[in-house]
């Protein structure tokens, strides 16, 4: 098994890392500084045109997008437990996966980055404002979603994708001026998954900070 797996710290490429640390298998861990943009470098781009982490290196073989590198873990890891295997219990994980994927996380990026979206000083300041606002009700949806979960994790019995990705998503909302201790059941989630050993080893590497609220002055 040859697995390399490009991140960047705090980004959700932590999703795809904590897995591979959670099924205890051999992989290669490649920090990509997007500050420095190490993402948009010749040797990157020929591995990945649309310079985005995080990008998954199979053997000779090259995987990009989040949804795809996970999907293609579990294949390839059924013995990790990373999602449910079969049933109901797959599809919903799977369906609350890609909402976060293609709904959450994006909202985020107009915060973050509304620059993106347009080029105008102030239409970029009322778009990151109003941005802000939608986020705060997307991660009270998981919010709910953590507070109803019949089992001991948001993936199910065992730690995996959606743990992650709600911890993400939690975090960069201290980014966006949002409390996570204001969201009690996440944030205790969040926390929990991060002590697991395996996700510890992913915080100290990418070194990062659960808690990045900071309250108004």
Not at 10 to 33: D, I, Q, R
Not at 154 to 176: E, I, Q
């Amino acid at each position: 098994m040859s697995l390399k797996l490009y991140y960047a710290p705090g980004a959700c490429s932590f999703v795809p890392h904590s897995l591979l640390e959670l099924a205890g298998v051999p992989f290669e861990p490649v920090m990509v500084k997007l500050h420095k943009g190490e993402h948009r470098t010749p040797e990157y781009l020929a591995m990945n045109p649309r310079g985005q982490v995080p990008v998954l290196v199979d053997g000779a073989d090259v995987i990009t997008q989040i949804v795809a590198i996970v999907l293609h873990l579990d294949q390839r890891l059924p013995e990790a437990g990373l999602l449910p295997q079969a049933g109901l219990e797959r599809t919903r994980v799977i369906e609350t996966f890609v909402w976060m994927n293609n709904t959450v996380h994006p909202m985020f990026t107009h915060v973050f980055m509304p620059q993106k979206f347009t080029d105008d000083a102030a239409a970029q300041a009322a778009v990151k404002a109003h941005c802000v606002r939608l986020y705060r009700e997307l991660l009270g949806e998981i919010e709910a979603m953590v507070a109803k979960k019949a089992t001991p994790w948001l993936t199910g019995a065992n730690p995996g994708v959606l743990d992650a990705y709600a911890l993400t998503l939690l975090r960069w909302g201290g980014f966006a001026g949002i409390d996570p201790t204001s969201l009690p059941h996440t944030w205790a989630l969040a926390q929990a998954f991060a002590a697991l050993p395996a996700v510890a080893r992913v915080v100290e590497r990418e070194k990062l900070q659960l808690n990045v609220y900071k309250p108004a002055a």
